[in-house]
């Protein structure tokens, strides 16, 4: 880790010297490395570090067709990548048809970021699968696994019983952005969950479940615009607890991949350790 970070600082300090921008794009699947990515926004060079969601090789398809959008097509450059949500959709009628055919119990809910809110409280894990599918790498409140950040013993039960992988593994803090710079030494956006930050020493016994044993956080910033519900979920949460933080994983087990479709929704939901399934419109208990 050390030598990648001063091998990448050298290359960010080469990219300064020879353009002189304020302005820094990382891609490539070195840029999974959120810790590196921290260390180029706070040396200093760049007033923004900016991180798609999606940088491995699947993304390249977003640049080829930025590339024919402006280029070939020579369209004006407006569009801005606020969110990573590209991928499959279901609609509350595909989803309950899955759910009768499976002859599972459940319930219609009217107001999910309430309920939501509740579980959590009530220290449930609950399995979110809403909307489109994120296109990237990082589960962002619509294929995720929730949980109460402020009990300490929340991510030990996840590794053991949903995740099914080592004790030292962390969890991602999704915060509402307006109030990032009350839990965290950076107030950067981070929408794609790529940086790591420190958290403010005070705040790291509010949300032990969510702090590495360094005291950092690789956090998610929500805005409204970007997902209105999964903010609304955390909003709630923040109304009843004072705490604008929920835990955030991606929606699979140890050695899958993240759940795309409502039977993969429900199937992992059942091998693992998981309380409450909201999926859609309907909530499924155990």
Not at 65 to 88: Q, S, T
Not at 233 to 255: D, H, M, Q, W
Request: contains cysteine.
């Amino acid at each position: 880790q050390s030598v990648f970070e001063h091998i990448e600082g050298r290359l960010v300090q080469s990219l300064k010297e020879f353009h002189n921008v304020n302005n820094l794009c990382i891609s490539g699947g070195a840029a999974q490395n959120s810790v590196a990515n921290s260390k180029s926004l706070e040396n200093g060079l760049y007033n923004n570090v900016f991180v798609p969601g999606c940088v491995t090789d699947a993304g390249t398809s977003i640049g080829a067709a930025f590339y024919v959008y402006h280029h070939v097509l020579n369209n004006e450059r407006k569009f801005v990548m606020k969110n990573d949500y590209w991928g499959p959709e279901f609609s509350n009628h595909e989803i309950l048809k899955i759910i009768e055919l499976f002859k599972l119990d459940h319930e219609k809910l009217t107001n999910i970021p309430n309920i939501v809110s509740d579980l959590l409280i009530e220290d449930k894990i609950v399995g979110l699968f809403q909307g489109r599918m994120e296109f990237g790498e990082r589960a962002l409140g619509n294929r995720s696994i929730l949980a109460n950040p402020k009990n300490p013993a929340m991510k030990d039960l996840i590794n053991k019983y949903v995740k099914f992988r080592e004790e030292f593994r962390p969890f991602a803090p999704s915060i509402l952005k307006e109030h990032q710079h009350e839990y965290f030494v950076c107030d950067h956006p981070v929408p794609f969950m790529s940086h790591v930050f420190d958290i403010i020493p005070e705040k790291c016994a509010e949300i032990p479940a969510v702090a590495h044993v360094d005291g950092t956080g690789r956090l998610q910033t929500v805005d409204k615009d970007s997902n209105e519900l999964y903010y609304d979920i955390i909003k709630r949460f923040y109304e009843k607890t004072g705490t604008p933080v929920v835990l955030n994983t991606s929606f699979n087990v140890a050695g899958e991949p993240i759940v795309c479709t409502p039977e993969n929704a429900i199937r992992t939901f059942y091998q693992c350790g998981m309380d409450c399934l909201v999926i859609g419109n309907y909530l499924i208990r155990k």
